[in-house]
């Protein structure tokens, strides 16, 4: 082993020696306490990004540190495979579009390539550490998962839960499939909001704006304020009608005449309207949602142009819905000239033949926050087609039950789980119209459309290859498999089962359920964690997990998120290749639970200095071990103070990373190796160690073994890498042990008060006198004829280290001039 640790080697070397020796693997016949992880999935889209690393890496600190403190750490590693992510990375690396392709042999083809790619994709995992039980592993298309995915559905439609219905949905027109609420994102966009007259059967003309006039083939109805003011006001040769607060708005803009005495809106009520372009008549209603002191006072509705269409819907029964987008994309044959034509095309053409048709009174430029899928950025629609569903709206109450009994680290992430259980309007929509991602069990009577669930013996099953088993029905031919596949989220949020069922052993798999954590981002939280707490309660009545820890974004070093359109992605690996995974992991723990964080390259720069300092430390300890028999006992005060300061960060450190507080848990070691180890103790205890009578000698020997193996095993969870490489340069042939992270949790030496008082004020003295020093532009060996000591301290039994770490040729206890601490005076004389 050479001298010089290098990173890159040394990692790869026990990386390869974890896995051969099975240093992390699971037991299921073991009695120790379990601990059980509900790791998350990476999705196969490519490769780690900085975010995985760091976000893995913090989970990993966890489980190290519970199988160091004795617990049976279950530990899986799955791969989601099954979503749109991964079929838009196999049409790129493919150069493929799934939708020109037939549905078997795109699945065919995204299996072959995911055998070529995941291998690599895992080992970047490896690479970083984590000591998952790679043996127990998933991917949540094969069919172990599809297996329980649809015993899931299966289970759900036999209590009720699962049913298939025509409603309003949230759709995707570039991505062609229905998409969950959760998928949605907030984003801002340049438009327009156009300001449109339709006339009345009076004469007169009503002004509403919207910023969707492509839906006026779908238009359904116009609404206003009952009880609000309107006004009739002259513009030209024509009479508008506006709300009263709407005339003070645009009465200059648009060169209005002086208005009407102002009215109810419910002198409105009745009036026949029609709608230019499609020339439809409607008659105006009053509607809950029109306010006057918003917009024109009047609203003009649509299916589906939004949320607001949707609810405006279920109150106006009398209206009927126009379904003028179907699951291509694009608007229909009800949509006259405008058939064949997607969003973009439709909006443009409608309001260029609007300015034609002279009643396009305004196009103002405007900046808007719209829906779009998170995933491809496009905005969404609301179309209403067949769809499956899981019943969750009737379960608010119980599901915000269920987030108080869940132990939140950060607390403060429960309020987003509570907001979006409180904010919910639509029940889960889980089908999904892909070639690829789990089947729904599902057939239909190519007749009556009567529905026909696949049981619990004849799944995994794709019902468009695989007519219904003759057990389930005596004319199979008969029937018509489902086409969609399963939501993604309907797979993942059964990840403890999927796991816990890879487990052959009953009695285990009790053990394993509740799961003790689940560890994910903050921005999954509406995702992956309350679909998951959805599945567990309809399916077991209970939580999936005890805890749930919560990490934030890692951003850019500007504090922005990264993306690949802003060019300021860093890659993970090329950060390991300049520094180490020791390093990186190192800076992962420096940020606390929950919170985004600027990349900052300067904490790897300090992660790979402390695995040099770990191995100099290592190195001299050892250095003066030699001859060392190990039974040694501490007598001296100094090595009763620094183990006393030990005692108490590991007293402080476990309580850090049993409350998931990694980062606390990081600065605690770092202080204790870096100040009061490396910068006091070592140089206090030099002169003893060269010098000192063999008790004493063997006093510092002892508390220097005890201490320098307490600070690997303090890093351990940490930094896995160094300090597994340093175990095994110095301990194992003592400890015996295969690896430090199957060795013990540190045990905390016996606390000594008097003895931590006394070595403080020696380390205040030794820090006074170095400044002093410096001030004097000596070196730290410059001698020191006289050190006077004035303290309500006995400090006898510490002055000759304290001499000798000093270079005092004499110290005196006695009167001395200057204070540097209450109760302490020193006098120095070079």
Known sequence: ????????????????????????????????????????????????????????????????FHRMIGKNVFYPFGTDDNGLATERLVEKLKGVNSKKMKREEFVKLVLETLKEITPEFISDWKRIGVCADYSIYYSTIDNHCQKLSQLSFIDLYKKGRAYRAEKPIIFCPNCKTVIAQVEMEDKELQSTLNYIKAKLED?????????????????????????GKYVDVKKENETWIIAADAYEKFKDEWQLEQPSKPYLGKELIGKKVTTPIINKTFTITHDQSVKTNYGTG?????????????????????????????????????????QGMNTQEARSAILEDLEQLRVLIKKEKINHTVNVHERCGIEIEYISTAQWFIKILDLKDDLLKRGNELNWHPEHMKNRYDNWTKGLHWDWCISRQRHYGIPIPVWYHKKTGEVL???????????????????????PDDYIGEKDVLDTWATSSLTPQIAIELINDEHMKKKLFPMDVRPQAHDIITFWLFNTVIKSHLHYNKLPWKDTIISGWVLDPKGRKMSKSKGNIIDPREQIQKYSADALRYAAANSKLGQDNPYKEQELTAGIKLTTKLSNASKFVFMNLEGYDFTGKTIDVLDKWILTKLAKTIHETTIAFENYDYSKARALADEFFWHDFCDYYLELVKGRIYEGNAEHKSSAQETLYHCMYA??????????????????????????????????????????????????????????????????QKGMNAPIKKLTIESKLDLSLALDDLKAATCAETIEIGKAQEEINEGLKISVEF
């Open 203 to 227: 004469g007169r003309y009503i002004i509403f704006a919207t910023t969707r006039p492509e839906l006026m083939p779908g238009n359904i109805g116009y609404s206003i304020d009952e009880k």
């Open 711 to 776: 600070i690997l095993r303090l890093y351990a969870p940490i930094i896995p890498f160094i300090t597994e490489e340093l175990y095994h340069k110095h301990f194992k042939t003592q400890e015996q042990t295969d690896s430090i992270h199957l060795t013990s949790w540190p045990t905390q030496p016996e606390i000594h008060e008097d003895a931590e008082k006394i070595g403080d004020t020696i380390v205040t003295i030794l820090a006074d006198i170095r400044k002093r020093k410096t001030a004097a």
């Open 298 to 338: 009047i609203v003009y509705f649509c299916s589906y142009g939004g949320l607001d269409c949707v609810e405006w819907l279920t109150r106006h029964k009398e209206a009927e819905p126009i379904h003028i987008m179907g699951l291509d994309g694009v608007y229909n044959e009800k949509c006259g000239e405008y």
């Open 453 to 475: 669930i696949a049981d619990e013996q004849s799944i995994p099953i794709d019902p468009t290859t695989h007519k219904p088993p003759k057990h389930l029905t005596e004319n």
């Open 1 to 64: 082993m050479t001298e010089k640790y290098n990173p890159h080697e040394a990692e790869i070397k026990w990386m390869n020696y974890w896995e051969k020796q099975n240093t992390y693997k699971f037991d299921p016949k073991s009695n120790k306490p379990v601990y059980a992880i509900d790791t998350p999935p990476p999705t196969v889209s490519g490769k780690m990004h900085v975010g995985h690393s760091f976000s893995y890496s913090r989970t990993d600190f966890i489980a190290r």
